[in-house]
């Protein structure tokens, strides 16, 4: 069975940081690209960031650019976001998502784009 489990969300306060996981299991992980999406309270869905599948490209939005890292551990089919200087407008549930490419970032917010995806992990940026 092909699952993605984010976790690491939680409340933190403007400025603050958290790390979220994505544990992979069901399919091979070394071969799929794999993103970030996030939506917001009231909004649609929203890339964030994306690595290949080797870790060698990566992709941000403009809105999280040198604020988040994305990386994975191929060896531990697990990927992660770093999110430094979070602010309110980052408040979202973010989702982990995989797609079956090889050697590219996936840039697409579209859950049709990928092949795995995520529950969700809520992230509350808030005093």
């Known amino acids: 069975e092909v699952q993605l489990v984010e976790s690491g969300g939680g409340l933190v306060q403007p400025g603050g940081s958290l790390r979220l996981s994505c544990a992979a299991s069901g399919f091979p992980f070394s071969t799929f690209a794999m993103s970030w999406v996030r939506q917001a309270p009231g909004k649609g869905l929203e890339w964030v960031s994306g690595?290949?599948?080797?870790?060698?490209?990566?992709g941000y939005a403009d809105s999280v650019k040198g604020r988040f890292t994305i990386s994975r551990d191929n060896a531990k089919n697990t990927l992660y976001l770093q999110m430094n200087s979070l602010k309110p407008e980052d408040t979202a549930v973010y989702y982990c998502?995989?797609?079956?490419?090889?050697?590219?970032?996936?840039?697409?917010?579209?859950?049709?784009?990928?092949?795995?995806w995520g529950q969700g992990t809520q992230v509350t940026v808030s005093s």
């Open positions: 998502a995989g797609a079956r490419r090889y050697g590219y970032v996936v840039r697409n917010q579209d859950k049709s784009a990928y092949d795995a």
């Open positions: 690595i290949s599948n080797g870790g060698r490209s990566t």
